[in-house]
């Protein structure tokens, strides 16, 4: 029995507008591009994986405090920074 692919969790359009004042950090099991560039574009600050959250929670929560996007460094690693910043003009 084969798994159907999975797909974003559904987010609101644009997060922020619900509370303009709160940054929101994503905090998943999901490291696909889909994912990331889903809750990117509704307007969270940040993307967490569940298997780092205890070494990166603090670092993800103070960067969206600030205002600056955060996201897990496996991501880092597979998604270049550029790639993102290519592809969300708006952020």
């Known amino acids: 029995m084969q798994r159907e692919k ?3 969790s559904s ?3 644009s ?3 619900t509370s303009p004042s709160t940054q929101i950090v994503i905090l998943s099991v999901h490291a696909t591009l889909e994912h990331i560039v889903r809750a ?3 307007g969270a600050k940040g ?3 569940k298997e780092a959250a205890g070494s990166e929670a603090v670092e993800a929560i ?3 405090y600030a205002g600056r996007r955060f996201l ?3 991501i880092g ?3 270049p920074e550029r790639y993102l910043e290519e592809h969300l003009d708006d952020l």
């Open 47 to 49: 993307y967490l994986l």
């Open 62 to 64: 103070r960067a969206a």
């Open 77 to 79: 690693q597979m998604v």
């Open 72 to 74: 897990s460094r496996r």
């Open 6 to 8: 999975q797909r974003p």
């Open 40 to 42: 990117l574009r509704a």
């Open 15 to 17: 997060l922020p507008q």
């Open 11 to 13: 987010l609101p359009s």
